[in-house]
């Protein structure tokens, strides 16, 4: 009698994008550091006005320190208009090591100044080599001094670095911007509750999936019509948002200086 294989039921799970978060991490915080230059970019081009006293003062500032600087920026290549997508294709070199881990093929000399030639039989096992190269290793790194810190695991070599010992809070870093480019830039009378407000109204009627509002600034609706009603959460969410634009504005002139974020605020942020 012959006999048939009833079809599984069973579903194979689809595969699960691996993403390297400290990767993503990094890339964005290049992005950011991108559009505050551009935004920099804005503020000290002759054809921008604004009634904003707060944005007049900084702009001579940011003319000063960029005009100092701007020769960092040499090969960037970026306008106002820049699309980051487009630029990151052509430009991503910029940000990475310069020397890594690699075989020296017969000619070829070393190129990075704090690397050392190591010679390896291959008719020793993996393991072994392994260890005896990290031995190497450590004991090279010991007489160079290159692991006298031990927090930092990796001594950076790109061209451009983010801020030596910083781990920038990209979705606060984000928000600083925003806050500052998109609404009070743009409309520069408002202050106190008419700014959270308006703050408010642009993260609700952004497109989709880019409308969530920031949590230390307007929550949810029901926490909204909290706020009218309770003075003092009104006063936190009128603090963060001046945090928030006076914390821009320092990111705005470390960038004019060639560097991201650089020092602002304080451990809050």
């Not at 048939?4 to 579903?11: A, E, R």
């Not at 702009?59 to 990151?88: A, R």
């Not at 029901?222 to 969410?237: F, G, L, N, P, T």
Request: net charge positive; with cysteine; hydrophobic share 35%.
């Amino acid at each position: 009698m012959k006999t048939t294989l009833k079809k599984s039921k069973i579903t194979k799970k689809p595969r699960k994008r691996i993403v390297t978060r400290k990767l993503t991490t990094k890339m964005e915080a290049y992005r950011l550091w991108f559009e505050y230059l551009k935004l920099v970019l804005v503020l000290i081009d002759p054809s921008f006005k604004t009634q904003n006293k707060k944005v007049i003062s900084i702009i001579p500032i940011l003319k000063n320190t960029y005009s100092k600087n701007n020769k960092i920026y040499k090969d960037w290549n970026i306008t106002k208009d820049t699309k980051f997508n487009d630029w990151w294709e052509t430009h991503s070199k910029l940000f990475q090591e310069k020397y890594n881990v690699r075989q020296i093929m017969p000619g070829q000399k070393i190129s990075s100044p704090d690397a050392i030639l190591v010679e390896i039989p291959l008719n020793r096992s993996a393991t072994e080599i392994s260890k005896r190269v990290m031995d190497i290793v450590i004991d090279a790194q010991a007489l160079t001094g290159l692991r006298s810190n031990k927090k930092s695991k990796i001594i950076p070599t790109s061209t451009f670095q983010l801020t030596t010992g910083s781990e920038p809070k990209v979705h606060t870093l984000n928000d600083m911007l925003i806050v500052f480019r998109d609404v009070y830039c743009k409309q520069p009378v408002l202050k106190g509750t008419k700014l959270v407000e308006a703050i408010y109204d642009f993260y609700t009627k952004r497109r989709k999936g880019f409308n969530e509002v920031p949590k230390n600034l307007i929550e949810k609706q029901s926490d909204r019509e909290h706020r009218k009603q309770d003075k003092y959460i009104a006063e936190i969410y009128k603090r963060t948002a001046n945090r928030h634009i006076n914390n821009a504005f320092q990111i705005l002139i470390n960038v004019a200086a060639g560097e991201f974020p650089g020092k602002y605020g304080s451990a809050m942020d």
